[in-house]
């Protein structure tokens, strides 16, 4: 991380976890252990619970975030959520192409693109997610991979929006599965992603924008992950379930 530069963000994706009740009890785990943190600290949690989770972080330094969100304003789009839904509650950040919406339910750096400008016109602040698969990564293009999905996926996004927005590096090997990034690769594709941002927007623009690493980031493994000056926060599974574990990796990032 280099705080100089930029605000250290670790925000928390819950996925498909979590029935209200069980937010509930979370939440209230979480404020506690989210207290004294100086870096910017997320949840983002299922559509289900945004509204608890708007409420119940009311005064509090944790910021709510959704899984996903749609280009639309409105329309025939069964099962979709638009940007204004999600101001209208008060949600701040959203997720945007994370590898299991891309894998799963056939996101494309196109769909990915709209969703951001979206987001970045109703005021969210999108986390974009973007990373290799393992094969991609054997066949020696992890950079030709993440180079082409920030094009793509930043396509049209002014300097300014793009400052509002953060990027996360999850390479799709890593996620969930145990199989952490070593902090020298989480650094080498960080510092590609930041190199690729100077070229299209200008060093000093680059410079600005949050890069978080994601997939496998737990309490183990944070702390040497964070201290990468390209690494600046996570995006974290399994381990924001958690709140003894998720105020570790806000530990990590407050104090490293
Ligand atoms: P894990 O931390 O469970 O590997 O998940 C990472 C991730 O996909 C965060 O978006």
Redesign the pocket.
């Known amino acids: 991380m280099n705080k100089e530069l930029r605000k250290a963000v670790i925000?928390g994706?819950w996925?498909m976890n979590k029935t209200r009740p069980e937010a509930k009890t979370l939440i209230e785990e979480l404020k506690p252990v989210a207290e004294k943190a100086t870096c910017e600290v997320v949840i983002?949690v299922p559509y289900t619970n945004l509204e608890t989770a708007v409420e119940l972080t009311k005064g509090t330094n944790i910021k709510v975030g959704a899984e996903n969100v749609h280009f639309e304003k409105s329309g025939a789009f069964t099962g979709e959520i638009s940007a204004d839904m999600l101001t209208e509650i008060g949600v701040e950040y959203v997720?945007i192409g994370?590898?299991?919406r891309r894998q799963y339910y056939g996101e494309t750096d196109e769909t990915v693109n709209k969703r951001t400008k979206a987001a970045l016109a109703a005021g969210l602040k999108p986390i974009v997610?973007v990373g290799e698969l393992l094969w991609e990564r054997e066949c020696n293009i992890t950079e030709e991979v993440i180079a082409r999905q920030i094009k793509l996926d930043l396509y049209d996004v002014s300097a300014e929006d793009v400052q509002k927005t953060i990027i996360?590096y999850?390479p799709v090997w890593?996620?969930?599965?145990?199989k952490?990034a070593t902090s020298e690769q989480a650094e080498e594709v960080c510092g590609f992603i930041r190199e690729t941002l100077a070229k299209l927007y200008g060093k000093e623009v680059a410079d600005s924008v949050t890069i978080q690493y994601?997939?496998?980031?737990?309490p183990k493994n944070a702390a040497e992950l964070l201290a990468q000056p390209d690494v600046d926060g996570?995006?974290?599974?399994?381990?924001?379930l958690k709140a003894a574990d998720f105020g570790v990796l806000l530990d990590a990032a407050t104090n490293g």
């Open positions: 925000a994706n996925k983002c997720i994370h590898s299991e997610c996360a999850e890593a996620i969930g599965t145990g952490t994601g997939g496998s980031m737990n996570g995006l974290i599974g399994g381990a924001s």
